[in-house]
């Protein structure tokens, strides 16, 4: 399975808002992404599955606008969004499709926004996530992030805390 990462273009807003959806079936609105790349303030970057050879035979055939790798070299298998501010990022979406997660497209694309902002010579990338989502917690950790604070029941079922943390860079 080969992976590669490109700027989030208009033309990819549909397989982003699916993979939202499979991730939060529950949500009622989802990411005008299209709006969201206009801003200027704005950097979405989205992964793109080139070859599946290297997936099993259950995962070769994702529907719903996502992925048909057996004739298409544009599918997005995952995004990650944030807004710049000043010398800070701030990571405000991040998700991988389900059925691709564990093959390290996560890892690629969170490379790929570190280095993004080393290029813009950000000082600082924060971001929040549910205290639940043990996975993020984990990949964020091995890039360094550290945890800065808790925003306490601050998600939508008003039980759960949100985990802030924050990665210094060395811009």
């Known amino acids: ?27 009622q609105t ?28 259950n995962q070769n055939a994702v529907t719903n606008d996502l992925c048909e790798c057996k004739t298409s070299s544009k599918n997005v298998t995952g995004f990650i969004g944030s807004w710049s501010a ?12 389900p059925k691709f997660r564990g093959f390290g497209i996560g890892r690629l694309l969170l490379t ?10 950000s000082k600082l990338i924060t971001l929040e ?15 360094g992030f550290k945890i800065s604070g808790v925003r306490k029941n601050y998600y939508s079922n008003r039980t759960e805390d949100a985990i802030l943390m924050n990665l210094e860079l060395n811009s």
Request: proline share 2%; aromatic share 8%; with cysteine.
């Open 86 to 97: 000043s010398d800070e990022i701030q990571i405000i979406e991040f998700m991988v499709h």
């Open 129 to 143: 996530v549910r205290e639940s989502n043990k996975n993020a917690l984990s990949l964020y950790k091995k890039f």
């Open 30 to 57: 989802y990411t005008d992404f299209a709006s969201e790349v206009s801003k200027v303030n704005s950097l979405y970057l989205v992964a793109h599955l080139e070859k599946c050879s290297g997936l099993t035979p």
């Open 112 to 121: 790929s926004l570190i280095d993004k902002a080393d290029s813009l010579k």
């Open 1 to 27: 399975m080969i992976n590669y990462v490109t700027v989030m273009k208009r033309s990819d807003q549909k397989a982003c808002v699916n993979i939202q959806k499979r991730t939060f079936p529950r949500l």
